[in-house]
């Protein structure tokens, strides 16, 4: 999926096609659900100035952050940049090895990733691959309310009238995500 730079909102009945629809941003993004589609919204923030945003998702060869990986970041990897994820859920331990693998062989380009939930958390691969990014200078975060209203006005197609997107029905969620990642990244057990 090609990159295109930030356009805004959506206004009337025209959909700017490169953002999500508001359904998928929903479904997928609700800390609660495990949908079987993994979305990673992205923003690359080139050292001129320029921020391309756009988005992808798994598919039936590879996971969303390997999707981005090979297809998404094509365009300059010699030129340094910044690339923020918000990610439907944390990576999976073989993702976390894929991005450390990317990160090394691209030392000018820095990493940070907000998720909505954490994947598999009992998995010990999974816990590990967190820590390990985290050991990197990979920034990992769960999503905050304020993060969710950041999202819908920058990658949704949203229509007017739609703008205030503020998920309060699953704050307790949010926490509860939170809580486990802080787990991971400090080795103690599974809370979830």
């Known amino acids: 999926m090609a990159a295109v730079p930030d356009r805004g909102p959506a206004t009337g009945e025209n959909n700017q096609g490169w953002k999500i629809h508001p359904d998928d941003f929903i479904a997928n993004y609700l800390p609660d659900q495990h949908p ?17 945003r756009n988005w992808c998702s798994n598919n039936f060869a590879q996971h969303a952050e390997v999707n981005f990986l090979d297809n998404c970041f ?13 990610l439907s859920t944390t990576p999976c331990g073989r993702c976390s090895s ?3 693998e990317f990160l090394k062989a691209h030392p000018n380009v ?21 820590k390990n990014l985290a050991m990197n200078g990979v920034i990992i975060r769960i999503m905050n309310l304020a993060d969710y209203c950041y999202c ?7 229509q007017r009238g739609e703008d205030g997107y503020w998920p309060w029905r699953f704050t ?3 926490w509860l995500n939170c809580i486990e990642l ?11």
């Open 172 to 174: 307790s969620y949010i």
């Open 36 to 52: 079987n589609v993994v979305y990673l919204l992205y923003e690359i923030r080139w050292r001129t100035g320029t921020i391309w």
């Open 74 to 86: 094509k365009a300059r990897p010699s030129v340094p940049c910044s690339i923020t994820w918000f």
């Open 182 to 192: 802080y787990h991971i990244l400090l080795g103690l057990p599974p809370l979830l």
């Open 110 to 130: 820095t990493l940070e990733i907000y998720a909505a939930k954490v994947f598999r958390p009992l998995d010990m691969r999974n816990r590990q691959g967190l």
């Open 98 to 100: 894929r991005i450390l």
């Open 152 to 158: 819908w006005k920058r990658f949704v197609a949203y």
